[in-house]
């Protein structure tokens, strides 16, 4: 059996599980388990067999089934949502990590670990304040008009949920508070928009119908003058940040995990100006993110593991 020391940490009833934070020994990096065995080599490196799920694995600091240094993809995934181009990236991999490799690479690792860590951070629970801003923007793909909806909290500045369509209809407008709740899991108490008239029966289809719906209040035709308490600013600057990042860029290969990609790195990467600090940090959520984009791929890919060994197929 591997010697590792481990200690085990509990982050409190934001979290699903219990995360076990393994020594610089080394754990298994699919469901971080210190029940390791060598299993033979692989092109003259050791090999590891997990003795909890069964996984198959030669450098335990490595993300699961990548060559790539863990740090490296973490800094190419932050740098490029803080707006460097997949070349740019790629350039720089090769410069700091002396990594090489192509800009379609980098491009594959997005759409690989955006979706993955969306889904582990739909199972945490944030603590919020319960009023909820929702906006849409206009965005442009591949030349063609698209809105980018989304809806943010209004004391912690964390995006609850987010949706792309051409259209804006109840149905557009009940996905992105559908999304919302499911990241939350609370009705809010108020909720704050436009004058766009889709809102508020899309909210009425996301949210049980008309006996909740009439327990929210519900405020429309929001100004951005400071002097109004009911004012959609905090969303409205969002948006600012999102078109600094699309407007360098000539089009979009995949809107949707680029999209979502940016949303988690603004709730739990990049700190926030006003606040210091993450949203994610001020909602309550004490993961530890230190290593940025690193730790929520292992996070991620952990609450996977443990998901897929709870529900085997």
């Known amino acids: 059996?591997?010697?590792?020391?481990?200690?085990?940490?509990?982050?409190?009833?934001?979290?699903?599980?219990?995360?076990?934070?393994?020594?610089?020994?080394?754990?298994?990096?699919?469901?971080?388990?210190?029940?390791?065995?060598?299993?033979?080599?692989?092109?003259?490196?050791?090999?590891?067999?997990?003795?909890?799920?069964?996984?198959?694995?030669?450098?335990?600091?490595?993300?699961?089934?990548?060559?790539?240094?863990?740090?490296?993809?973490?800094?190419?995934?932050?740098?490029?949502?803080?707006?460097?181009?997949?070349?740019?990236?790629?350039?720089?991999?090769?410069?700091?990590?002396k990594v090489k490799v192509s800009q379609v690479t980098v491009w594959n690792w997005i759409q690989k670990y955006s979706p993955l860590v969306k889904e582990f951070v739909q199972s945490?629970?944030?603590?919020?304040g319960g009023i909820w801003h929702v906006d849409e923007t206009y965005v442009r793909v591949k030349g063609e008009g698209w809105w980018y909806w989304e809806v943010m909290d209004r004391d912690t500045r964390m995006i609850l949920g987010t949706h792309l369509s051409k259209t804006r209809t109840k149905k557009d407008a009940k996905a992105v508070f559908k999304d919302a709740y499911e990241t939350s899991k609370e009705i809010p108490e108020t909720v704050i928009c436009d004058g766009l008239p889709t809102y508020y029966g899309g909210l009425k289809m996301a949210l049980g119908g008309r006996t909740v719906h009439d327990k929210i209040n519900f405020i429309q035709k929001a100004g951005i003058s400071k002097a109004m308490p009911s004012n959609n600013n905090r969303i409205e600057r969002f948006h600012n940040t999102l078109k600094e990042r699309t407007k360098?860029?000539?089009?979009?290969?995949?809107?949707?995990?680029?999209?979502?990609?940016?949303?988690?790195?603004?709730?739990?990467?990049?700190?926030?100006?006003?606040?210091?600090?993450?949203?994610?940090?001020?909602?309550?959520?004490?993961?530890?993110?230190?290593?940025?984009?690193?730790?929520?791929?292992?996070?991620?890919?952990?609450?996977?593991?443990?998901?897929?060994?709870?529900?085997?197929?």
């Not at 699903?16 to 990096?29: A, H, M, R």
């Not at 699961?64 to 800094?75: D, G, L, Q, S, W």
């Not at 210091?276 to 929520?296: E, H, M, Q």
């Open 248 to 313: 360098v860029m000539r089009a979009f290969m995949n809107p949707r995990q680029l999209l979502d990609g940016f949303s988690l790195n603004y709730n739990f990467i990049r700190p926030h100006q006003t606040l210091k600090t993450t949203p994610a940090r001020i909602a309550g959520i004490k993961l530890p993110f230190n290593d940025g984009w690193s730790n929520l791929i292992d996070w991620s890919t952990y609450h996977k593991t443990r998901s897929e060994i709870k529900t085997p197929t």
């Open 1 to 97: 059996m591997l010697s590792t020391s481990r200690k085990v940490n509990d982050f409190g009833a934001n979290n699903p599980f219990v995360g076990e934070i393994l020594s610089d020994n080394g754990g298994c990096k699919f469901c971080n388990s210190d029940k390791l065995v060598k299993h033979g080599k692989q092109n003259g490196k050791q090999r590891f067999l997990c003795k909890s799920c069964g996984h198959k694995f030669v450098n335990p600091d490595n993300h699961t089934r990548m060559r790539v240094p863990k740090e490296a993809i973490a800094f190419a995934l932050e740098v490029y949502y803080d707006g460097l181009s997949l070349r740019k990236v790629a350039k720089h991999l090769l410069k700091l990590f």
């Open 124 to 128: 945490l629970t944030p603590t919020l």
